[in-house]
């Protein structure tokens, strides 16, 4: 099924946090060169510019995945013409910090978005289109996959689209560490608890109220 590298990246892609293409925010950081980094990477995934996005990650998610998978991921993901991936509004909800331990400034950003993923309708192993209830049951069965993964509330199916419409609330962190130069960001995955403690300690993560 051409869909499942999809499901076995989603944890990957929202660690990266994509906001691609409309951006809206309630308020703009203190820091201006906050500020001026979270747009510049932004504008960026507007752009689908990954190699500048992937630049602007904290570069110990890539002892995870190696960014040059990871980008070849991305732009198979989101230019896949069968399954297309596309993040509508991405809303700045609150900035919390700073936070300033062993000389490295952190914020946390709490943040909703609202995503498409388009399906085109599978086929047989003749090319046929599958008829409407075999149809009708891989549709299920990739809903009930996303909504394990994403929360059964936020994922649902339009048929006449053939749209997965995804609402997430998430958290991501802008790390600003004099060894890496400017900020650079991660989303926040707490299933993933020990590649968070390499990027951001527990004990920041407490003081920032994220748990």
């Known amino acids: 099924m051409h869909h499942m ?37 932004l504008l960026a995934t507007q752009r689908g510019d990954f190699a500048y996005v992937l630049e602007q990650v904290h570069p110990k998610l890539y002892t995870v995945i190696p960014k040059e ?28 910090g700073p936070v300033k331990e062993a000389g490295i400034v952190y914020h946390s950003i709490s943040y ?26 891989r549709d299920q069965a990739l809903l009930v996959m996303l909504q394990a993964s994403m929360g059964k509330d936020q ?13 997430s609330g998430n958290t991501m962190f802008a790390v600003k560490d004099p060894a890496l130069g400017d900020w650079k960001f991660v989303g926040y995955k707490p299933e993933m608890e020990a590649l968070m403690g390499m990027m951001v300690p527990e004990k920041v993560r407490k003081k920032l109220g994220v748990k």
């Open 112 to 137: 909703e978005n609202h995503m498409r993923m388009h399906s085109s309708p599978d086929q047989g192993p003749d090319g046929a289109p599958l008829d409407a209830a075999e149809q009708a049951e």
């Open 69 to 96: 998978a990871m980008l070849q991921a991305m732009e198979k993901t989101f230019n896949d013409p069968e399954v297309s991936m596309v993040i509508d509004t991405v809303m700045v909800q609150r900035i919390k």
């Open 155 to 167: 994922v649902r199916f339009d048929e006449g689209s053939r749209d997965y419409l995804i609402r």
């Open 5 to 41: 590298h999809l499901l076995r990246l989603l944890p990957f892609l929202f660690v990266i946090t994509l906001g691609r293409p409309v951006v809206a925010q309630k308020g703009a950081p203190a820091d201006t060169s906050l500020a001026r980094a979270m747009n510049a990477y």
